[in-house]
């Protein structure tokens, strides 16, 4: 630190971690001495480190993603201090799997937000003390199944536990030709009319606007131009926003994290409700909004002089060494149960010839370092990484600090996503920097 009132914050992607990690040396030690020498340090913790404990939940976000506690230990070893919570696997093992994830972080001091026993413990922030000052971290997640998501608690009911849900509206527009058709194919396999009779059974409603139709679990609008637009949830947005400015006046940094799957016409393209939930975070007094889910990098924001990171990818990537799978995930991938978990994840990327073994993006990222003086942003560093694509499953998935022409491709990469949002990186020797401020 340069000063009292200086500090820097290091902020992670998603971390699937299964294994220890803090172990090793070379461009692993490199990058993880990174995160211990910062001042601060984020992940988003994509993993369900409980012990498997708990019952397996029947939708999984795409796997049964827990670990054995000791990973969580790893993660503090590496020096992480902030976790969010608030993903589409933070109840893969149900409700009972989710209270004994609260457990084993409340036992062990770990700060982190994003889930809890209601909605109002799961939306609060949770507050890291530092001698620079207090960093406020809100965790949540617009990608999960129906019914993991917390709800209210009554004065004569208690809430259910879950994540911290920040909910969008999707609505697909069509041209007027493929509404009428649309319409008729409703009515004549009896869709429309099952609609119908559940709102006069009162287990319905009808749209909130008349100029949506209603079809299936899908909500559709004339337009000449045929295309998809979401929106945040007003509700949740306010909710969130609630506790952004109650954050503000407690904290000296405050950091809102969303676990986000969502793209719009490709996956290194947020959502439409995305930028509109990250504006309205700053607007309501964050000063970094960080943002995971996807499994690889997109572009960075810089709204009113504070970072916007649409995604940070991969920071661990061990969800090929989940240790045991339940037989919903067998099911899932069509495997006998007769296999084991390796050969499981195996069969499922046709031993690395599809999914996240057979594309390079998944296994490149970044560490973006924050730099503080007297509660103001001043610069953003960039510290490429590669997760060690090529190398067996046992080997690749830990972050190691990136060097030379590969450092020099993630930049660059990095940069292109960058363009849209206006943002340029100026990118030597290894590394690239964001000024933001003075």
């Known amino acids: 630190m340069s000063s009292e009132t200086a500090f820097s914050l290091a902020l992670t992607g998603d971390s699937m971690i299964t294994r220890r990690a803090s172990v090793y040396g070379g461009q692993i030690g490199k990058i993880l001495k990174i995160i211990k020498d910062a001042d601060v340090a984020f992940t ?16 999984s976000g795409g796997s049964h993603l827990a670990a054995h506690s000791y990973v969580l230990d790893d993660l503090l070893e590496i020096g992480f201090d902030l976790f969010a919570t608030a993903t589409n696997h933070s109840l893969n093992y149900s409700i009972p799997g989710l209270l004994a994830l609260i457990d084993i972080l409340n036992q062990r001091g770990a700060t982190f937000a994003g889930i809890g026993r209601n909605l109002a413990e799961a939306r609060m922030p949770a507050y890291f003390d530092h001698p620079a000052g207090t960093i406020a971290l809100l965790s949540c997640a617009s990608s999960f199944a129906k019914g993991q998501e917390a709800s209210e608690q009554r004065t004569d009911m208690l809430g259910r536990p879950g994540l911290n849900p920040m909910r969008f509206d999707r609505i697909f527009e069509i041209t007027p030709e493929q509404m009428a058709t ?8 009896e869709v429309e009319r099952t609609r119908r009779e559940t709102i006069q059974l009162g287990f319905g409603f009808p749209p909130d606007s008349p100029d949506i139709f209603p079809f299936l679990d899908a909500s559709f609008r004339e337009s000449n131009t045929p295309g998809v637009h979401t929106s945040p949830k ?113 069969t499922r990327s046709q031993h690395d010839r599809k999914g996240f073994p057979s594309d390079h ?41 990136a060097e030379g022409d590969e450092a020099t491709a993630i930049l660059e990469r990095l940069a292109k996503l960058c363009e849209p949002y206006g943002t340029r990186l100026d990118i030597r020797d290894g590394r690239a920097n964001i000024a933001v401020g003075a």
């Open 361 to 401: 993006r998944y296994w490149e990222t970044i560490v973006p370092l924050c730099h503080f003086d007297q509660n103001q942003l001043v610069r953003v560093e960039i510290v490429p990484v590669s997760l060690g694509l090529g190398q067996p499953s046992h080997r690749r998935g830990r972050p190691r600090l």
């Open 44 to 59: 988003n913790l994509e993993i369900v480190p409980n012990d498997f404990q708990g019952y397996p939940a029947k939708e």
């Open 182 to 189: 649309l319409k008729e194919i409703a009515e004549e396999i």
């Open 234 to 346: 007003a509700k949740d947005l306010d909710g969130i926003s609630q506790w952004v400015r109650e954050a503000r006046v407690r904290a000296d940094t405050v950091l809102v994290s969303l676990h986000a799957h969502e793209q719009w016409h490709n996956n290194e393209e947020p959502a439409e409700f995305i930028p509109s939930f990250a504006h309205r975070m700053i607007d309501e007094g964050a000063d970094v909004v960080v943002m995971h889910g996807p499994h690889l990098l997109r572009g960075i924001e810089i709204y009113r002089g504070k970072p916007i990171f649409y995604s940070l990818g991969n920071f661990f990537a061990q969800n090929e060494l989940v240790y045991q799978l339940p037989s919903d995930s067998y099911d899932t991938f069509r495997i006998d149960y007769s296999a084991t978990p390796g050969e499981v994840y195996s």
